[in-house]
């Protein structure tokens, strides 16, 4: 009898102290199920959520405006002047690396002004660059570098010739471009500048108003610049609207398109009705996507 109380005692002795250890198990998990609700509180504080959010706004802006000044610049292409090779609605990204900064290297607003250029390089004929316009204030234009410094550039019979060499061009075939409703024509032609870069051209005729022109002389620190669609481009050939373009004027060079679209132009007429708006709304979508130019789109420009 005393052996069975024993051990009666024993065991719930045991219990006891498997309860107390349970307790106390418990105990530490509600605790710790405090502390962890009191760090959701505190990740989850809305004023902290708030401030957290507008400063990465603010940094994500500043890290954009600092890779448009420095990097790569957006421009989109306005005109056909750039045909076959750039097309109206291609957006692209200019390199302000490629020759270093100048004061046109920056926003107009925030008025920097110095001469020069910092960390320059040099220019590659053949190259593909914005420039600012040095007879209209704040124009920016995009043209191919054809003349470097101290070479003759004329058109004769509409054939380019550099430092009194002809240069090649092969005829490729006949293209219609519909600009604004207004269908032209152009000659295809594929050119090789002296320097091995081949591109192509749209031409015309071989008797339009710039295909015949005086013997430019680059001066020191200019660059003559053309259009490819030679007969739609206003450019270095004219020298009392373009001329030629001192170096402090460049911009960067064109690099890639990151996308390009034909527009919607009339695709989407004024309606009018209840539904005028939805249908207009939905019109205006479906030709946006619809005349993508998925194929442009990362495309490299040489």
Not at 216 to 234: C, E, I, K, N, Q
Request: hydrophobic share 35%; proline share 5%; net charge negative.
């Amino acid at each position: 009898m005393a052996k069975k109380k024993t051990g009666k005692a024993k065991k719930e002795v045991s219990i006891e102290t498997d309860a107390e250890e349970n307790g106390s198990e418990n105990k530490d998990a509600v605790e710790d199920t405090h502390e962890d609700n009191s760090e959701i509180t505190t990740i989850l504080d809305p004023e902290k959520e708030e401030r957290g959010f507008w400063s990465a706004l603010a940094l994500a802006a500043i890290l954009a405006f600092c890779f448009r000044i420095f990097l790569y610049q957006p421009f989109n292409i306005p005109s056909s002047s750039m045909y076959p090779n750039l097309l109206i609605g291609d957006y692209l990204f200019v390199s302000k690396l490629s020759y270093g900064y100048s004061r046109f290297s920056f926003p107009d607003f925030l008025h920097v002004d110095f001469r020069g250029r910092i960390f320059e390089k040099q220019p590659e004929r053949g190259d593909i660059a914005v420039f600012r316009q040095p007879h209209e204030r704040g124009i920016d234009y995009i043209k191919r570098i054809i003349g470097l410094p101290g070479d003759t550039v004329q058109m004769r019979s509409g054939e380019l010739y550099i430092n009194g060499e002809r240069v090649p061009r092969t005829f490729i075939d006949i293209r219609e471009h519909d600009d604004e409703g207004v269908i032209e024509t152009f000659s295809k032609y594929e050119t090789t500048l002296p320097n091995g870069v081949t591109h192509h051209i749209y031409e015309k005729s071989d008797d339009e108003y710039y295909d015949n022109t005086p013997l430019f002389t680059v001066p020191d620190g200019h660059y003559f610049f053309m259009g490819d669609s030679r007969d739609a481009s206003l450019d270095s050939r004219a020298p009392d609207r373009v001329g030629m373009i001192p170096k402090d004027n460049l911009i960067g060079r064109a690099t890639i398109i990151f996308f390009s679209t034909a527009g919607i132009g009339d695709s989407c007429p004024v309606r009018e009705g209840f539904f005028a708006h939805p249908r207009m709304l939905g019109c205006v979508v479906y030709h946006s996507v619809k005349n993508i130019r998925y194929r442009r789109i990362f495309r490299r420009i040489r």
